[in-house]
């Protein structure tokens, strides 16, 4: 079974504290800039946790370490997958993700292969929507993304000059 194949798009980190993470992030490995969203909420309409409607508020932070995309985010409010890392087993990796080149047949493979579905939903507006899949053996999530071109697009502004996106 393969769920998707290509380069990893996006490592990302759970943090209690966003700004000391950056801080971390920026001092010992050199990721020069920071694009932060704060307060981003997700509702029932648009999101699920363990099959069920959620909502959550949180903070995220989108860095690059030279062509890799790097996320950090900080549970605000509610019950997500992130606040239940935390709970868990407290700061630290929490998925590496992917952008299938066809997000439904993706998805529909992983279903299929008995891969459980933890949570999933849609950053309304902005043309994204995710899928977090049990990592298994991982110790850690996966997230499958569809990214519209706007979001692609704003994925291209942010890397560093001389990289580029899996899909340039």
Known sequence: ???ALGPIFQLCWVVRDIAAAQREFTERYGVAQWFT????HFGPDSCELHGVPA????????????????????PKSGISLYSEHLDTAG????HIAWVPEDFDAALAEAKANGVEVLARGAFEGVG???????G??????????RLSSDMRAMFDYLIPKGYSNPWA
């Open 1 to 3: 079974m393969t769920i």
């Open 37 to 40: 969203i704060p307060d981003v």
């Open 55 to 74: 909502d959550y508020t949180i903070t995220v932070a989108l860095g690059y370490a030279g062509g890799q995309q790097l996320e950090l985010i900080e």
């Open 91 to 94: 700061s630290g990796l929490h």
């Open 128 to 134: 994204m929507e995710f899928a977090y899949l049990d």
């Open 136 to 145: 298994g053996a991982l110790g850690s999530a996966v997230e499958l993304m």
